[in-house]
């Protein structure tokens, strides 16, 4: 999944950063309103992790104008939004909810607490538990842990947000500039094979028979038997 950070404070915006990045998420950072706009019309974001007060603006407004439309974000859809800030009166975490962010957390805060919090949030776009599995397939996104058939796979942080992309979505074609949007983050090149690359690597931990197609000119398709199992 793919993240923007919108925080002024680039010390924090950096620390919160890093430890997503950690948690296997592609994250992008962003300082001002002007920049997080740029950002969104221009690559695709799962989530916003947005302070309220920035430099160039209020924070509330840019997530106002994310949910109703009148700023027109890459693929056209809209991302999920999580307020992070300082102002922590009941009335601003109404009015934060209000403007259509999907949560609110207000700083200083556990660090736990917030890879909590994106977690469900993300949850809640795709309608998935923690525990994701397709076919033999079994993947614990809060553990880190995935097999397949009851035998451990140990995949990069990469793959296994790859694996976790491919399984939500699983009997979608996804093309190659899909994943690269929403796996990777800005630093990517769109001109490596790094998708194929991390495939391959993937395909073969992954064992037989295949369960990731190539679909000739279109992209690669996790198969299904079955809708992904939701467990609780």
């Known amino acids: 999944m793919r993240l923007l950070v919108v925080e002024d404070e680039a010390d924090l915006a950096n620390a919160i950063a890093r430890g997503l990045r950690r948690s296997r998420y592609a ?8 920049d997080a706009s740029l950002r969104l019309v221009s690559a695709g974001y799962d989530l916003v992790i947005l302070d309220w007060n920035m430099p160039d603006g209020q924070g509330v407004d840019l997530c106002r104008s994310l949910v109703d439309g009148s700023l027109v974000t890459f693929e056209k859809r809209t991302p999920r939004v999580l307020m992070l800030t300082a102002r922590d009166a009941v009335e601003d975490r109404v009015g934060g909810l209000d403007a259509g962010a999907d949560d609110y957390l207000v700083k200083p805060f556990a660090f736990a607490e917030l890879q909590a919090r994106v977690r469900a ?13 397709v076919r033999d ?23 296994f947000s790859l ?37 391959s690597n993937l395909r073969k931990k992954l064992g037989d028979p295949p369960v990731i ?20």
């Open 163 to 199: 694996l976790e992309y491919l399984m939500i979505r699983a009997g979608q074609v996804l093309s190659q500039e899909t994943l690269l949007e929403h796996v990777w983050d800005e630093a990517a090149d769109p001109f490596t094979n790094t998708v194929r690359m991390t495939l």
């Open 213 to 232: 197609n190539t679909v000739p000119g279109r992209g690669y398709v996790l198969s299904e038997d079955h809708h992904p199992v939701r467990s609780p």
């Open 137 to 159: 397939l079994r993947l614990d996104t809060a553990r880190f842990e995935a097999s397949r058939a009851g035998r451990p796979l140990r995949l990069t942080a990469k793959e």
């Open 27 to 34: 994250v992008d950072v962003a300082h001002t309103l002007e």
């Open 121 to 133: 949030v993300l949850r809640r776009e795709e309608d998935t538990s923690p525990i994701l599995e």
